[in-house]
């Protein structure tokens, strides 16, 4: 069900979580290319680039500074508007230090 709302987007990071069949062939049907590194239990190798990858810790970095955020990390505001306000007040004061 999510799979049709996701966004246009060249290509996606995932864990090896994320390693099916069936979700890689939806992605690419989507026209987006799987960044996932196999499971270690696949008996195939799968193609992916390490390089590309390797840049998902600054993505689980961000979303960890966040989480210091008290309001950000509780939810404090259930209001959508002002929730995405609290966010992008907490990612301006990050970037400013």
């Known amino acids: 069900a999510l799979l049709d709302s996701l966004p246009m987007a060249q290509w996606m990071l995932a864990d090896r979580g994320y390693d099916a069949g069936w979700f890689r062939d939806a992605l690419e049907e989507k026209g987006i290319k799987p960044r996932i590194p196999g499971r270690k239990s696949r008996r195939k190798p799968v193609k992916y680039d390490k390089r590309k990858y390797k840049r998902r810790n600054r993505i689980e970095i961000m979303f960890g500074r966040l989480k210091d955020w008290r309001r950000v990390a509780t939810r404090y505001n259930r209001c959508p ?17």
């Not at 992008?88 to 230090?97: K, N, P, Q, S, Y």
């Open 81 to 97: 508007t002002v929730f995405f306000s609290a966010i992008c007040l907490a990612a301006t004061v990050i970037f400013w230090r």
